[in-house]
């Protein structure tokens, strides 16, 4: 493996680049191909200017890109956070498509992000700075065109408010321009949820696989948003041992098992899971590398690196963020025989539902959440058993496999199309 530095390691697009490569050359891909997916269709770059509630005016940077729309319109979350980078959007965009290709639905793959700090706006701030993004973006997004979700720091919210923005430039609702919305607004049942429990599907045919059951199975839990929390509460009732919770703030453990139902309960009346007397203080950087079954980063990228993942000492890496895991780390992981569930299987759960909901959309008919979390349950297993034959039938470990199951499938689809001129 050729050294980097951190820098190097720990910037997403590098990331990416390096394991589109290796599973680019494993699978002989021709080299035009090469220079077509491994770099994004479209970069949009907005400016947009947003009233200040205290009257000033502030320019924010946003990003949408398009990676691929290849296998259908472009798809993936928006994201505001200080760190917000365009190399950053670009590797998550192409995650993107690899994710819904993995999971064998109808997309490509994008992304977008404005760099803000969402913790230090007002609410009336968010919705103006939301609302221009989106009428900067309407020539390109569109129920066929490109479908943002939530991602960090957005929420059901934000895509209400942008399906709005849309449809009034639209003169007539178009709900499905955006998933993850609130339900009654064309929502899917089980959208909010879907993310933790298509983790949780990934962790129980992984466990099945190394002969474990869920009461045997000790947890832990990086990250209590969206995802993390519903990983960890999912699990919990489906009998696994939740033994600790990281959060940027601090972390909890509790040999015994956590009480996720007490600690949901008290984050719904505190808003933090700081102070929950049901387990101990924790040192979040201590339990990553702290014993347990299974470790769930679901928190952002870079968390395991090649600072840290010698030290790990879990069986199953369950990737519930994006990009948790630097190229360089996973050589170390690959030698100690973690079994890792890469991101683009593992986190899927999310979008899958997101394909659910733009299908309800454009059906105008709403299904049961028993059917959704059934249908989400399917796709699901299937994918995981589809990436785990490849990775055997193929000699390579489960992250190489899925890229490379991805990749053939959207170099079949551009092939299949030929490439316009
Ligand atoms: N942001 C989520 C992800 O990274 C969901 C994307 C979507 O539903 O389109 O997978």
């Known amino acids: 493996m050729k050294t980097v530095s951190l820098e190097q390691e720990i910037n997403p697009w590098e990331a990416q ?54 296998r259908g319109p472009a798809k993936g979350g928006l994201r505001y956070s200080p760190d917000v980078t ?6 998550l965009a192409s995650w993107m498509t690899w994710k819904c290709a993995v999971v064998n639905i109808p997309f490509g793959g994008a992304k977008g992000g404005i760099i803000c700090d969402p913790h230090k706006m007002s609410q009336g701030e968010l919705e103006r700075m939301t609302r221009r993004y989106t009428a900067e973006l309407v020539e390109f997004i569109g129920p066929e065109k490109d479908v943002p979700a939530p991602d960090i720091n957005t929420n059901e919210q934000t895509m209400a408010w942008i399906m709005d923005t849309y449809s009034m430039h639209m003169r007539q609702t178009v709900t499905a321009v955006v998933t993850g919305k609130p339900i009654n607004i064309g929502g899917s049942r089980g959208r909010r949820e879907a993310t933790g429990r298509g983790i949780m599907i990934s ?5 099945q696989k190394l002969g474990l059951t869920p009461d045997q199975t000790r947890v832990i839990v990086q990250g209590f948003g969206n995802v993390g929390s519903n990983a960890a509460h999912l699990m919990a009732e489906a009998g696994y041992k939740i033994i600790g919770i990281a959060e940027v703030d601090g972390g909890l453990y509790n040999a015994n098992g956590i009480d996720l139902r007490a600690l949901w309960e008290y984050r719904q009346r505190n808003g933090t899971i700081q102070g929950f007397t049901g387990a101990d203080k924790a040192d979040p950087a201590e339990l990553l590398i702290t014993e347990c079954d299974i470790l769930i980063p679901a928190a952002t990228e870079n968390q395991i690196t090649s600072q840290n993942a010698a030290q790990l000492k879990c069986k199953i890496l369950a990737e519930g963020a994006n990009g948790p895991t630097t190229a360089a780390a996973d050589d170390i992981l690959a030698d100690k025989k973690v079994f890792v569930i890469p991101d683009i299987l593992c986190n899927a759960g999310g979008v899958t539902t997101s394909y659910f909901e733009w299908v309800q959309d ?46 053939d499938r959207v170099a079949y689809t551009i092939r299949q199309r030929g490439i316009y001129a």
């Open 362 to 407: 454009r059906q105008g008919y709403f299904w049961k959440e028993s059917v959704v979390n059934d249908q989400l349950e399917h796709i699901m297993k299937a994918a995981f058993e589809d990436v785990v034959r490849y990775s055997e039938t193929h000699n390579v470990n489960n992250r190489v496999a899925a890229y490379m199951l991805a990749i």
């Open 86 to 91: 365009l190399d950053e959007v670009r590797a």
């Open 17 to 70: 680049a390096a394991r589109f490569d290796l599973a680019a050359q494993k699978l002989n891909l021709d080299e035009g191909l090469q220079k077509v997916l491994r770099y994004p269709t479209r970069e949009i770059i907005v400016h947009i200017p947003v009233a200040l509630d205290n009257g000033k005016l502030e320019v924010f940077t946003g990003f949408r890109v398009q990676h691929s729309i290849a």
């Open 203 to 207: 962790c129980d045919m992984a466990i």
